[in-house]
Every structure is written in structure tokens, then in C-alpha cells.
């Protein structure tokens, strides 16, 4: 059985994947001009780094 702070981190890597991912969906929307569902990425984006932020901070100093 995983540890709490094993199961944070990869928490933690699963958002920062779903962000490089919506990035990448973000771009895709630059290129099509889709300005709404670009608005949307970056409001969902944010939400994901702060969640990568809030799981790093909440590991640092275990054996995350």
C-alpha cells in the first residue's frame, strides 16, 4: 500500500501533466481563433498550477 505522501505526489505529477496537456489545448485554440474555449483553458490552467503549488508546498519536507 502506497504512503500519504506517495500519494501525493503523484497527485501532484497528475495535475502538472494536465497542465502541460491544457496547455497544449490552449495553443490549439490560439490557432483556431477559438477565443471562448481559450478563456476557459486559462482560468482551468491556473487552477492546476495552484494545485501543483499547494501539493509541492504540502510535500516539502517529506520523502515527496
Known amino acids: 500500500m502506497a504512503q ?3 500519494m501525493l505526489a503523484e497527485l501532484r505529477e497528475d495535475n ?3 497542465v ?4 497544449s ?3 490549439l485554440c490560439d490557432e483556431y ?3 471562448a474555449t481559450a478563456s476557459l ?3 482551468w ?3 492546476g ?11 516539502r519536507g517529506t520523502n515527496g
Not at 502541460?20 to 496547455?23: C, E, G, H, L
Open 49 to 59: 498550477e495552484k494545485r501543483v503549488w499547494f501539493l509541492f508546498e504540502t510535500l
Open 4 to 6: 500519504p505522501h506517495e
Open 16 to 18: 502538472a501533466t494536465l
Open 25 to 27: 489545448m490552449h495553443d
Open 45 to 47: 490552467i491556473d487552477e
Open 33 to 35: 481563433g477559438d477565443v
Open 20 to 23: 502541460a496537456s491544457m496547455r
Open 41 to 43: 483553458m486559462e482560468n
